[in-house]
């Protein structure tokens, strides 16, 4: 009914820079806040950072001045720019976001599949 895919992940170097994608598609009606959340191994999920529809941002403290968030109404798209990344920052980023689906009145949070970013030399 729903998708949201992401890409862009991968292996970098410390200090380099990477940049995530994901795309919403399906019976979509609105998107409100989207956002991207990272896992790491042995540690519970935690919000990197967010976007309203109208373009507020939210942002850990660990990544501001870092990572930039951004996305593309028109085209149900979000973005994760990220730059002078370091080993701490290597989890599964995931992508989420708050959607009204065609034929419901309700707002439901959906996830996608998860994108591995590692930071090691």
């Known amino acids: 009914q729903v998708q949201l895919v992401e890409s862009g992940g991968g292996l970098v170097q410390p200090g380099g820079s990477l940049r995530l994608v994901c795309a919403a598609s399906?019976?979509?009606?609105?998107?409100?806040?989207m956002g991207w959340y990272r896992q790491a191994p042995g540690k519970q999920r935690e919000l990197v950072a967010s976007?309203?529809?109208?373009?507020?941002?939210n942002y850990t403290d660990s990544a501001k001045g870092r990572f930039t968030i951004s996305r593309d109404n028109d085209k149900g798209t979000v973005y994760l720019q990220m730059k002078s990344l370091k080993p701490e920052d290597t989890a599964i980023y995931y992508c989420?976001?708050?959607?009204?689906?065609?034929?419901?009145?309700?707002?439901?949070?959906?996830w996608g599949q998860g994108t591995q970013v590692t930071v090691s030399s």
């Open positions: 989420n976001a708050a959607i009204r689906v065609s034929g419901q009145v309700d707002i439901s949070d959906y």
């Open positions: 399906g019976s979509i009606v609105s998107i409100n806040t």
């Open positions: 976007i309203t529809r109208g373009g507020i941002k």
